[in-house]
């Protein structure tokens, strides 16, 4: 039962982009948030988690909503699940350099190689542009830190990993056709190996949906739920399926995730049905049933409590780009 597995399915995460960075000390460039590396590479609505290899030498990541710099050595990749604005940078302080005209002249040109700096230590990065849904991926991001940074040197198939596609990259102009198709599923599985080590490294008493994720009993509910989400659930049929007792299972689940698990249900199925209502043709009647509601009036209430909108309305707002905060809400808010 993976979890995590089955709800990267559902998010459909796609590796968009990527490019070379080489740098030399001192540097420092202000990367652009989730919504502006969005408008670059997809047409529609997307999140974007950005990440970056550290291939050679040494620099920083700091968060621009006022997080610390996080220090980075070659073979460390650091991903930003949010998306948010960032600082990368080496060596003595100089003024940030804004690095989204470049980043869209780069994507629109086709190149794979950035270079800049004051001519010192070297730096070398591979940076990767991944999307995915925007409201599914919601549930995903809930309780992710605004950095997550894992080493992937430490053994041997992270070192196979990085030394793949290290080699991809480099060749990228010159793999001939497909190319760019096995470099985008490269960085899917990079992205997810980076997750998947990230979780290991959890403390025992983190709590989050990771961490849920982690657990045998919260993260086996968990894949029960994203697996068959219509399925007609109640807390004695999952707690059963689980192998717990139903206060045992509501337990364990609200401590990982302040939340029941019918609750989080509820939420799940709801950005099932905002996803459908934004990218198919099929009716309200037919998204409810799709989503586990057997009362269209029913799914319309709980939609527009999640929403703020009725389901019609939503769809007609998601599809002219105004529905604002309303597609933002989290599967676990």
Same mark, same amino acid.
């Given at each position: 039962?993976?979890?995590?597995?089955?709800?990267?399915?559902?998010?459909?995460?796609?590796?968009?982009?990527?490019?070379?960075?080489?740098?030399?000390?001192?540097?420092?460039?202000?990367?652009?948030?989730?919504?502006?590396?969005?408008?670059?590479?997809?047409?529609?609505?997307?999140?974007?988690?950005?990440?970056?290899?550290?291939?050679?030498?040494?620099?920083?990541?700091?968060?621009?909503?006022?997080?610390?710099?996080?220090?980075?050595?070659?073979?460390?990749?650091?991903?930003?699940?949010?998306?948010?604005?960032?600082?990368?940078?080496?060596?003595?302080?100089?003024?940030?350099?804004?690095?989204?005209?470049?980043?869209?002249?780069?994507?629109?040109?086709?190149?794979?190689?950035?270079?800049?700096?004051?001519?010192?230590?070297?730096?070398?990065?591979?940076?990767?542009?991944?999307?995915?849904?925007?409201?599914?991926?919601?549930?995903?991001?809930?309780?992710?830190?605004?950095?997550?940074?894992?080493?992937?040197?430490?053994?041997?198939?992270?070192?196979?990993?990085?030394?793949?596609?290290?080699?991809?990259?480099?060749?990228?102009?010159?793999?001939?056709?497909?190319?760019?198709?096995?470099?985008?599923?490269?960085?899917?599985?990079?992205?997810?190996?980076?997750?998947?080590?990230?979780?290991?490294?959890?403390?025992?008493?983190?709590?989050?949906?990771?961490?849920?994720?982690?657990?045998?009993?919260?993260?086996?509910?968990?894949?029960?739920?994203?697996?068959?989400?219509?399925?007609?659930?109640?807390?004695?049929?999952?707690?059963?399926?689980?192998?717990?007792?139903? &206060?045992?299972?509501?337990? =364990? #689940? $609200?401590?990982?995730?302040?939340?029941?698990?019918? !609750?989080?249900? %509820? /939420?799940?199925?709801?950005?099932?049905?905002?996803?459908?209502?934004?990218?198919?043709?099929?009716?309200?009647?037919?998204?409810?049933?799709?989503?586990?509601?057997?009362?269209?009036?029913?799914?319309?209430?709980?939609?527009?409590?999640?929403? &703020?909108?009725?389901?019609? =309305? #939503? $769809?007609?707002?998601?599809?002219?780009?105004?529905? !604002?905060?309303? %597609? /933002?809400?989290?599967?676990?808010?």
């Amino acid at each position: 039962m993976d979890v995590l597995s089955e709800v990267l399915r559902a998010v459909k995460l796609d590796g968009a982009v990527f490019y070379n960075g080489e740098f030399s000390s001192p540097w420092c460039t202000r990367e652009p948030d989730s919504n502006t590396m969005a408008s670059y590479l997809s047409s529609g609505p997307k999140h974007v988690f950005i990440f970056h290899l550290v291939t050679e030498g040494r620099c920083y990541c700091r968060d621009e909503e006022g997080g610390r710099a996080v220090p980075l050595e070659a073979g460390d990749i650091v991903i930003l699940p949010h998306g948010n604005e960032h600082l990368m940078g080496n060596g003595p302080p100089v003024t940030p350099i804004n690095s989204a005209p470049h980043l869209k002249q780069v994507f629109a040109e086709g190149r794979i190689l950035s270079q800049l700096g004051g001519g010192g230590e070297i730096t070398k990065l591979v940076c990767g542009y991944l999307t995915c849904d925007p409201q599914l991926g919601q549930v995903f991001l809930a309780g992710l830190p605004p950095i997550i940074k894992v080493h992937i040197r430490d053994n041997p198939s992270g070192q196979w990993l990085e030394s793949t596609f290290r080699y991809s990259v480099d060749h990228a102009e010159a793999s001939g056709p497909g190319g760019a198709a096995v470099i985008a599923k490269l960085s899917e599985v990079l992205f997810v190996e980076t997750l998947r080590r990230y979780i290991a490294q959890l403390p025992q008493t983190q709590t989050g949906w990771l961490a849920g994720v982690r657990d045998p009993d919260v993260g086996k509910a968990l894949a029960l739920l994203h697996r068959q989400p219509a399925h007609p659930w109640t807390l004695a049929t999952l707690a059963n399926e689980v192998g717990l007792s139903r &206060s045992v299972l509501a337990e =364990r #689940f $609200r401590y990982y995730l302040s939340d029941t698990p019918i !609750g989080y249900l %509820t /939420r799940w199925r709801l950005q099932l049905a905002a996803q459908l209502l934004s990218t198919t043709s099929k009716s309200v009647a037919e998204v409810a049933g799709d989503v586990g509601y057997e009362s269209e009036p029913s799914f319309n209430r709980a939609f527009k409590r999640q929403f &703020s909108l009725p389901p019609a =309305r #939503f $769809r007609t707002a998601t599809r002219s780009g105004s529905t !604002g905060s309303a %597609t /933002r809400q989290t599967a676990g808010s």
